[in-house]
């Protein structure tokens, strides 16, 4: 298109743009070419185009949330442009200078590729901006003065070669014809070459007459047709010289001829022959160039003048020019001779002489140029890197096939003519592979074919998509219990596959609760290096498990965490004796009763005792140590069930006293020594041993029910009884004893301290054959509590009934430890009032009624 006539401000500040727009649809990414026009000598900063307008419509399909940047992967001139990140705006960075970016090349463009960052939207748009030509370059001649002889008898209509002048610039705006002085002997003959360049002939138009005019000065002048048009001249300087009455003739007026661009120097590429029919040395021939040739022809070839031989001197390359116009003349040696002029047109023929040239750029270097880096957490068809191939042969041999070589890990995906993306084909993980070595292979499709081969390294960069891993879901450590606060128990170590801070694990313990404590009072750990310690001295008898969660914590962003479960085993020391609980000790002594007819074999008592530890710590040995000399008694050292070694009724005394030690099987033994003071009796009835409650053969919960349940059933029985007498019984007050009124007057008794019974205090026990047990509860687990023991019942009748079938046990908190009560079964039945105070008031013959009125 041309601009037309303008200003050359105009031409400073007019833009093409965007002339032919479309789309090579691929599989994921849009490859779009966009295509603009800018004059060159533009001024710095002068905008092209802005990609975001020109592409809304695609940039319209992506989330509007997504932040688009644009990257530029320049290559070779695209230096002259630069593209802004925020809104694609192309600018000149540079001045350009068509004639020296692209020289007498019709097609001048700047190409590159832009892409839209993030990667997962990712858009392919490559860009050709076409510099246009502005006529900032007049047409040259190369010599000023430009010398011709002519002989007077040249014919009308001879033709001589003219110099041609020289327009760097293209299309209108190069050269487009030639001018000569107006006269009446000459004119010049514009022509075009092959390649569309314009070549000038001078015309003889009458016949020349040396004594009339022996010289002429024309004025010789070359054009363009740019506006304004520019000129260049020379001065044409022709010399009529004497008559040479033959020239010489060339066989023919124009040859062409075919030359492979691979020919070897000193390549025949023609014999010309020229004729003279004049004799000696006017017939003599001489070959030329004739004068007006380009050094570059007579850089590249040569004609040897005698022989007219043209011969190849320097490799021609059809990639760089494919066809050469040279002007030879044959010139005799005779006086002012008239030479002859040939033209040889020499059309370079393509051969298969070039590799495709690979060119790779890759999206995320690092400083180097063959390396790409690539997370490790893009998704499949991430970009990679751009690949170009060029090659400078035409037709097959410039056609060319291009492959990768990636283990099926990437992709080579085309997007528009020779331009190809590398995209990823899989999911990559870091941690499995963290490099890829990948070939690129171009091969044409000449005979033979030429192939290029480029490697170029993938770099997979971490990400933390690893969360720091145990060995194991569950650890137990073993400690035994009385360390050290502060000692080693274990580590326990994750393992994080990832780099960096993304691998770098920290350590934590999970808040809980051990027994209402925090555990971080128990353990603490190592956070760098997962060493675990115990912040205080273990006692197995009170925690023998700790079970905490550890956590791991890598140092990605976000980080990455996991848990398992640690087990503490505290291990038993033999650290507590035995303790004996049966038979109830003071200071270490029982009165134990037993039958004096039992006889050799029979159980006469059973000593238990327990022991906190555990295992071999807690098995237990029992042994008479004292009091057994003539041999009465046999212990079992397991059940600790002492039995008589022979008839008691032999045993020559009422009562033996029998030392027993316990022991323990530990490493260091521990023990406990009871001394059994065993009464014997004719009758056990009224001398049965009360039992721990441990002892029991029935629960003790179920025990607490029954009891519960018996005094609840009494206590109704009692309020119904009391109901019934409170109506009969009101008339005699002043022998009635009032439970309440007793307690009343012991708040005010100066010796008895005033202390109130809690039902924390109140234990019930099962009574038997109406022996009532007071138990003293001592606060120290080690201490054996004294048993003080109270008869309740006549020996009179032992079918007599009970009259209660449970008591109650006041903690020895309240009550003296020697407290001990008899009640006698007797008709009418005994009552028994119980103060807060610990008094025991007997209750006969009470006026109910009184004491209903009391209340």
Not at 475 to 496: C, H, M, R, V, W
Not at 606 to 612: F, N, S
Request: hydrophobic share 35%.
């Amino acid at each position: 298109m041309r601009p037309g006539k303008m200003s050359g401000l105009f031409f400073a500040t007019r833009m093409w743009k965007l002339l032919v727009i479309w789309t090579l649809a691929t599989q994921l990414v849009t490859g779009k070419t966009l295509k603009y026009q800018v004059f060159e000598e533009q001024k710095v900063g002068t905008v092209i185009a802005r990609l975001r307008d020109d592409v809304a419509d695609i940039l319209a399909k992506l989330p509007s949330s997504v932040s688009l940047r644009f990257r530029a992967m320049q290559r070779g001139s695209s230096s002259f442009l630069v593209v802004r990140e925020q809104d694609g705006e192309i600018s000149i960075r540079t001045k350009i200078d068509r004639e020296k970016l692209c020289e007498k090349n019709l097609n001048c463009s700047i190409q590159f590729d832009v892409l839209t960052l993030p990667t997962e939207h990712l858009q392919l748009f490559h860009v050709e901006v076409e510099v246009l030509d502005i006529n900032d370059n007049a047409p040259q001649f190369a010599r000023a003065v430009i010398p011709i002889e002519i002989s007077e008898s040249a014919a009308v209509g001879a033709r001589i070669p003219l110099d041609s002048a020289t327009d760097p610039d293209v299309g209108e705006n190069s050269l487009y014809t030639y001018a000569l002085e107006p006269n009446n002997f000459f004119k010049v003959d514009v022509q075009s070459r092959t390649d569309g360049a314009k070549y000038a002939e001078l015309v003889v138009l009458r016949e020349l007459d040396r004594e009339v005019r022996s010289s002429y000065e024309l004025q010789y002048t070359a054009s363009d047709r740019g506006v304004p048009p520019r000129t260049g001249s020379t001065l044409l300087k022709i010399s009529v010289a004497d008559s040479n009455d033959n020239s010489p003739v060339f066989d023919k007026s124009s040859y062409v001829i075919n030359l492979p661009e691979n020919s070897p120097v000193g390549t025949l590429l023609i014999d010309m022959n020229a004729t003279d029919l004049d004799e000696g040395t006017n017939a003599k021939i001489v070959y030329s160039f004739s004068s007006h040739v380009s050094p570059k022809i007579m850089e590249t070839f040569k004609i040897n003048s005698d022989s007219g031989h043209l011969t190849l001197i320097r490799r021609v390359d059809y990639e760089a020019t494919n066809s050469y116009d040279i002007d030879v003349q044959a010139q005799d040696m005779g006086p002012n001779s008239m030479p002859a002029h040939c033209k040889i047109l020499v059309k370079v023929v393509d051969v298969n002489d070039n590799k495709p040239d690979i060119s790779i750029t890759l999206m995320s270097s690092q400083g180097n140029g063959d390396a790409a880096y690539i997370s490790e957490a893009s998704p499949l068809d991430t970009f990679v890197a751009l690949v170009r191939v060029e090659d400078l042969d035409s037709g097959l041999n410039g056609e060319v096939e291009c492959k990768l070589h990636g283990q099926g890990y990437f992709k080579l995906q085309r997007t528009y003519e020779n331009n190809y993306m590398i995209l990823t084909n899989v999911s990559l993980d870091r941690e499995k592979r963290s490099e890829f070595s990948l070939t690129v292979v171009a091969e044409d499709q000449g005979t033979p074919s030429l192939s290029t081969i480029k490697h170029f390294t993938v770099h997979v960069t971490d990400e933390n998509d690893n969360a720091p891993r145990f060995e194991k879901g569950r650890y137990e450590i073993f400690k035994s219990e009385n360390n050290a606060p502060g000692a080693y128990l274990s580590s326990i170590i994750a393992t994080d596959p990832d780099l960096d801070t993304n691998g770098q694990v920290s350590y934590s313990i999970l808040e809980n609760s051990v027994h209402g404590s925090s555990i971080s009072t128990y353990v603490t750990i190592d956070p760098s290096n997962g060493a675990i310690y115990a912040l205080r001295t273990f006692d197995r008898e009170d925690v023998s498990r700790i079970s905490f969660v550890v956590q791991a914590k890598d140092a990605g962003k976000p980080p990455l965490m996991s848990n398992t479960t640690v087990i503490l085993n505290i291990l038993d020391e033999n650290d507590n004796p035995p303790v004996i609980v049966v038979p109830q000790l003071w200071n270490f002594t029982a009165d134990v009763p037993a039958l004096k007819f039992t006889e050799a074999g029979h159980l006469v008592t059973a000593v238990r005792a327990t022991d906190r530890d555990t295992g071999v710590n807690a098995e237990l040995i029992c042994s008479i140590v004292s009091g057994n000399e003539q041999g009465f008694f046999l212990i079992n050292p397991r059940t600790c069930e002492i039995l008589a070694n022979i008839s008691l009724e032999n045993f020559p005394q009422e009562t033996a006293e029998l030392t027993i030690m316990v022991r323990d099987q530990g490493s260091e033994s521990l023990s406990a020594k009871a001394v059994l003071k065993i009464t014997l009796y004719e009758n056990m009835e009224n001398h049965v041993q009360v039992m721990d409650q441990g002892e029991s053969s029935l629960d003790v919960s179920l025990i607490i029910i029954i009891s519960l349940g018996a005094i609840c059933a009494l206590l109704l029985v009692i309020m119904v009884v009391f109901a019934a007498r409170c109506n009969r019984e009101k008339k005699d007050t002043r022998n009635s004893y009032n439970c309440r009124v007793a307690e009343s007057t012991h708040q005010h008794h100066p010796k008895k301290p005033s202390r109130q019974i809690h039902k924390g205090d109140i234990t019930l026990v099962p009574t038997v054959n109406g022996t009532l047990p007071i138990r003293a509860h001592h606060r120290s687990p080690s201490a054996t509590p004294p048993m003080e023991r109270a008869q309740i019942g006549s020996r009179q009748n032992h079918h007599s009934r009970q009259s209660l079938n449970s008591l109650v046990t006041i903690s020895s908190n309240h009550i003296p430890e020697s407290f001990a009560l008899e009640l006698a079964h007797a008709t009418p039945p005994v009552e028994v009032c119980i103060t807060r105070y610990g008094q025991v008031q007997p209750e006969g013959q009470w006026p109910w009624g009184q004491r209903g009125g009391g209340q």
